[in-house]
């Protein structure tokens, strides 16, 4: 197992985990499919992100080749960028693979995940903002969309899901529902949506009491952890 962490964004922890390691800062960002190459690698998984404000902030960072496919880049979402990570590495003759290849037991079926299920005011907002969030996603605006009463709270931007809860709990007060999508055409080889101890942190403090997800195409991470997190607070959690 070979890893390319970046300096600025990854866990140092990987290290311990991986047979070999290279570190980069984002200015090397361009010279990533030759260390590969040189570790005799074919296959690979993109895991994680690079932060969206990275790439609004972050002009002066990037080396010669990465801001050549910058300019190519229709936008500068997420979203974008690693599509066109995608597209380079597989133009290099690298394989990549769908990211929840090895993850495939935190990816949700159908149902309810926690003990306790959403009341019938939590079900006909979740229906209404599942509705709204997967509009979202196909636009490329963001993943999460938090409702009250069928009122919208908060959109997710650049800031992330957990941000984007704590803003609906200052906004709209207790008793928000989350819902998280993805668009229908999503590439499952980067940028799955994801959610996991953190988002039940953050729907705690805001006084959410629900979450609903898409089943099959959204990470939960740590799912125990989380799941047994969700319980303990009483809050409930259903895949769509």
Not at 34 to 39: G, I, N, P, T
Not at 43 to 70: F, H, N, S, T, Y
Not at 78 to 102: C, D, I, W, Y
Not at 182 to 209: L, N, S, Y
Request: charged share 25%.
């Amino acid at each position: 197992m070979v890893a390319v962490g970046l300096k600025e964004e990854t866990d140092p922890a990987l290290e311990r985990e991986v047979s070999r390691m290279f570190w980069i800062s984002f200015s090397e960002i361009g010279r990533v499919p030759e260390l590969l190459k040189e570790a005799g690698v074919r296959d690979l998984l993109l895991a994680g992100q690079i932060r969206p404000e990275r790439l609004l902030k972050g002009e002066g960072q990037w080396d010669g080749v990465v801001r050549q496919l910058l300019n190519l880049m229709p936008d500068r979402s997420g979203n974008s960028a690693m599509k066109m990570a995608v597209q380079t590495l597989e133009a290099k003759g690298f394989r990549v693979l769908h990211s929840g290849t090895f993850l495939k037991h935190w990816i949700p079926e159908p149902g309810t995940l926690t003990r306790r299920a959403p009341s019938a005011e939590e079900q006909a907002d979740l229906q209404f903002g599942m509705k709204l969030a997967r509009k979202l996603a196909e636009l490329g605006i963001g993943q999460t969309l938090v409702v009250k009463r069928k009122a919208v709270a908060a959109v997710e931007a650049l800031e992330g899901t957990d941000e984007a809860i704590l803003r609906a709990g200052r906004l709209a007060g207790p008793g928000c529902v989350v819902a998280k999508a993805c668009e229908p055409d999503h590439d499952m080889r980067f940028d799955i949506p994801v959610v996991g101890p953190e988002t039940v942190r953050a729907m705690k403090e805001a006084g959410a009491g629900c979450l609903g997800l898409e089943a099959g195409r959204v990470l939960l991470f740590s799912r125990p952890e989380m799941i047994a997190a969700a319980d303990a607070a009483g809050l409930a959690m259903v895949a769509f």
